[in-house]
């Protein structure tokens, strides 16, 4: 079996200027019920290196596992690689020159061990009460088409020839529903889904119960909507899949390469109403993108983005903080052990507001509860905007009343950051990206 010593050893015969090793096991566990039985079991544990050298200035890479039988071969063939690549003094690897990182940058209770003994038994009981409870949220309710439950564990350890060296174990376990709603002719399906670093309860349970189903029969019988100019309240879940727009536009190489929305400003230039506070954060133990430091070994930490309103920083890996002079961010992170590492978010917060949703739902004459924005991913990633079909619910006289859709909704995520109203205290947490619900004025709602 291959480890960090014989990689070593192997490395230093490559006569090489400087080398990186990381190497990551994973292993996840999931089963699936259909009817109160189970239908699907999965296992899977994977140990992988990643290697990246360097020689004249020039960047070699390879990745393995750790029973690979030519792993020699592909240390040679990554240094063979380098030399087609263009030398570049500022690539390095991490080497904690900078006084600010000469921190303590553990994180405590990353590890659950009530995760680790969460058995295939009880994996199936909590699978099949999420199913049991959904059934019995609504009559209309009249199957489950899946209820499943998982926990995975992760152990990372980075070490480079600059003498660093350091790891770290967390685990995780979550759960997953879908519901489908019938009444007369309609039908729709509802899903809801929860990912966390604590063990799952019986209030998480409840919660995915319940609100799968409500998310299916809420949206029975719906209504061609009217072109209206409206309040619009974003719903939270679908404010997060905005973010997951907005976060390339934050990595510090868009914006170098004018592939972002806010290319053209500057730290301190207003890019969002005075309620928006965005926030990546790694060290937040809570949320399932918590790491003490990122693939390139830099330790993470806190970063606003945008603070009240504010552009207050970008998202750098090791090379292009070097390039542009700044502080280490902790954002370089493999998406997969195919590739280089590449900057990306950790912990993407929209940080809380003090509204409450239900107070602002009954003060509204008129209104949208935005639920959906089909294919959003199609909006432009420079100038942030869109039109595209809607789906939602119509608030009148202060009531949520009935299920609207084929509309279409027009704008732009910089406007709807910009017209921000009111950020609610509703958070939704999916997966690493946390978000509560927002109202905006400005967006075009076109119906019959």
Same mark, same amino acid.
């Given at each position: 079996?291959?480890?960090?010593?014989?990689?070593?050893?192997?490395?230093?015969?490559?006569? +090489?200027?400087?080398?990186?090793?990381?190497?990551?096991?994973? %292993? !996840? *566990?999931?089963? #699936?019920?259909?009817? $109160?039985?189970?239908?699907?079991?999965?296992?899977?544990?994977?140990?992988?290196?990643?290697?990246?050298?360097?020689?004249?200035?020039?960047?070699?890479?390879?990745?393995?596992?750790?029973?690979?039988?030519?792993?020699?071969?592909?240390?040679?063939?990554?240094?063979?690689?380098?030399?087609?690549?263009?030398?570049?003094?500022?690539?390095?690897?991490?080497?904690?020159?900078?006084?600010?990182?000469?921190?303590?940058?553990?994180?405590?209770?990353?590890?659950?061990?009530?995760?680790?003994?969460?058995?295939?038994?009880?994996?199936?009981?909590?699978?099949?009460?999420?199913?049991?409870?959904?059934?019995?949220?609504?009559?209309?309710?009249?199957?489950?088409?899946?209820?499943?439950?998982?926990?995975?564990? +992760?152990?990372?350890?980075?070490?480079?020839?600059?003498?660093? %060296? !350091? *790891?770290?174990? #967390?685990?995780?376990? $979550?759960?997953?529903?879908?519901?489908?709603?019938?009444?007369?002719?309609?039908?729709?399906?509802?899903?809801?889904?929860?990912?966390?670093?604590?063990?799952?309860?019986?209030?998480?349970?409840?919660?995915?119960?319940?609100?799968?189903?409500?998310?299916?029969?809420?949206?029975?019988?719906p209504h061609k909507a009217k072109s209206l100019k409206c309040p619009v309240i974003i719903e939270n879940e679908l404010v997060g899949e905005i973010l997951t727009i907005i976060a390339p536009s934050f990595y510090a190489e868009n914006i170098e390469k004018?592939?972002?929305?806010?290319?053209?400003?500057?730290?301190?230039?207003?890019?969002?109403?005075?309620?928006?506070?965005?926030?990546?954060?790694?060290?937040?133990?809570?949320?399932?993108?918590?790491?003490?430091?990122?693939?390139?070994?830099?330790?993470?930490?806190?970063?606003?983005?945008?603070?009240?309103?504010?552009?207050?920083?970008?998202?750098?890996?090791?090379?292009?903080?070097?390039?542009?002079?700044?502080?280490?961010?902790?954002?370089?992170?493999?998406?997969?052990?195919?590739?280089?590492?590449?900057?990306?978010?950790s912990n993407f917060i929209l940080k809380e507001g003090n509204d409450d949703l239900k107070q602002s739902i009954k003060s509204l004459h008129k209104g949208i509860l935005l639920t959906n924005i089909m294919g959003l991913h199609l909006a432009d990633t420079?100038?942030?905007?869109?039109?595209?079909?809607?789906?939602?619910?119509?608030?009148?006289?202060?009531?949520?009343?009935?299920?609207?859709?084929?509309?279409?909704?027009?704008?732009?995520?910089?406007?709807?950051?910009?017209?921000?109203?009111?950020?609610?205290?509703?958070?939704?947490?999916?997966?690493?990206?946390?978000?509560?619900?927002?109202?905006?004025?400005?967006?075009?709602?076109?119906?019959?």
């Amino acid at each position: 079996m291959i480890t960090f010593d014989t990689i070593i050893d192997k490395l230093k015969s490559l006569n +090489i200027d400087a080398y990186e090793i990381i190497g990551k096991r994973t %292993s !996840k *566990n999931s089963i #699936t019920v259909k009817n $109160g039985r189970s239908e699907d079991f999965k296992s899977s544990s994977e140990s992988v290196y990643s290697v990246r050298l360097l020689k004249d200035s020039k960047v070699g890479f390879t990745y393995f596992t750790d029973n690979s039988e030519h792993f020699d071969k592909l240390l040679i063939d990554a240094l063979n690689y380098s030399n087609f690549v263009s030398p570049d003094p500022l690539h390095s690897f991490y080497n904690n020159e900078f006084k600010y990182l000469d921190i303590d940058n553990s994180i405590p209770n990353l590890y659950d061990d009530n995760i680790s003994s969460l058995t295939t038994q009880k994996k199936f009981e909590i699978a099949c009460m999420i199913e049991e409870r959904a059934l019995k949220y609504d009559k209309r309710i009249q199957n489950v088409k899946d209820s499943g439950c998982f926990n995975g564990e +992760i152990e990372v350890s980075y070490l480079n020839s600059n003498n660093i %060296s !350091k *790891n770290y174990k #967390t685990n995780y376990c $979550g759960a997953g529903v879908t519901t489908v709603a019938k009444d007369n002719e309609s039908s729709m399906v509802g899903y809801e889904n929860f990912i966390s670093k604590k063990c799952i309860n019986i209030d998480n349970i409840n919660f995915l119960s319940d609100n799968a189903g409500y998310k299916a029969v809420r949206m029975l019988n719906p209504h061609k909507a009217k072109s209206l100019k409206c309040p619009v309240i974003i719903e939270n879940e679908l404010v997060g899949e905005i973010l997951t727009i907005i976060a390339p536009s934050f990595y510090a190489e868009n914006i170098e390469k004018s592939k972002s929305m806010f290319f053209k400003s500057k730290i301190g230039d207003k890019i969002a109403a005075n309620k928006i506070t965005l926030i990546d954060d790694a060290s937040d133990v809570r949320y399932i993108s918590s790491a003490p430091f990122d693939d390139e070994g830099t330790p993470t930490s806190p970063k606003y983005l945008i603070k009240s309103g504010e552009l207050n920083s970008f998202l750098y890996n090791l090379y292009y903080s070097k390039k542009h002079k700044t502080n280490y961010s902790g954002n370089a992170f493999y998406t997969s052990f195919k590739t280089l590492p590449i900057t990306t978010y950790s912990n993407f917060i929209l940080k809380e507001g003090n509204d409450d949703l239900k107070q602002s739902i009954k003060s509204l004459h008129k209104g949208i509860l935005l639920t959906n924005i089909m294919g959003l991913h199609l909006a432009d990633t420079i100038s942030g905007e869109f039109s595209l079909g809607g789906e939602g619910i119509m608030i009148e006289n202060g009531e949520l009343t009935y299920p609207i859709k084929e509309f279409v909704v027009s704008g732009s995520i910089k406007d709807i950051l910009k017209n921000c109203v009111s950020v609610f205290n509703d958070t939704k947490v999916n997966g690493s990206v946390v978000s509560p619900s927002i109202m905006v004025d400005g967006l075009g709602i076109s119906g019959n």
